[in-house]
């Protein structure tokens, strides 16, 4: 079964019909048991950082989070998702993160648009298994704030917008993708089927 984390914001239900089209069971969920119990568990996210992290907390789903990233088994923050993955963020003001992969979330600064909406090529940095195989494509951004992420080995893929942007970042059996996979066509549900892939006997119980 596949987690998906309910905290109050973000794109549940496109991404829980997603998961339902590639043949994987899927819950909704904001209770910590049910999430621990999951093979995979997937954080999704849409709006501000501080909002985000002042609901998971509220509920206790940044410790169970955390735990479940700790377990070992695949873990896939999507858009705000894949931010709160990372140490802080100066999204109206420095907001604390989970903490899980060092690195900070900034807004795009210059004399061009924002936010990043649309769609832009990928570039495979690293060999991962979210990629293996796959040619790299055009996915589907919406963001005005972007991760720096400290180690670039923690980068699985980037994209061009006005200088690299972290796109797809990832250690271990912990990922992130920064566009909405569900809505960028075939690249995008190639790369969510090899997250989920990875949940195949990924067992569940300890932390």
């Not at 496109?14 to 049910?34: Q, Y």
């Amino acid at each position: 079964m596949i987690a998906i984390i309910d905290y109050g914001m973000g794109n549940l239900h496109s991404v829980s019909k997603a998961v339902e089209r590639l043949g994987h069971e899927v819950k909704v969920t904001g209770d910590p048991d049910e999430i621990l119990a999951a093979d995979g568990a997937i954080l999704p996210g849409v709006g501000a950082f501080g909002d985000a992290m002042r609901n998971l907390r509220a509920s206790g789903l940044d410790e169970a989070a955390k735990a479940f990233a700790r377990s070992g088994r695949p873990m896939l923050g999507i858009c705000l998702g894949m931010q709160l993955l990372f140490g802080e963020s100066e999204e109206h003001g420095r907001h604390e993160g989970l903490g899980l992969l060092p690195g900070r979330v900034v807004r795009f600064r210059g004399p061009f648009k924002v936010p990043h909406m649309g769609w832009n090529r990928l570039r495979f940095e690293r060999k991962s298994p979210l990629t293996a195989g796959l040619e790299p494509g055009h996915v589907y951004f919406v963001h005005s704030y972007h991760v720096l992420a400290e180690n670039s080995g923690d980068l699985i893929a980037t994209t061009d917008y006005h200088g690299p942007v972290a796109a797809i970042v990832g250690r271990g059996s912990l990922y992130g993708m920064q566009f909405h996979p569900e809505k960028s066509g075939e690249l995008g549900m190639k790369l969510l089927s090899r997250f989920l892939a990875l949940t195949a006997g990924a067992g569940t119980g300890g932390t």
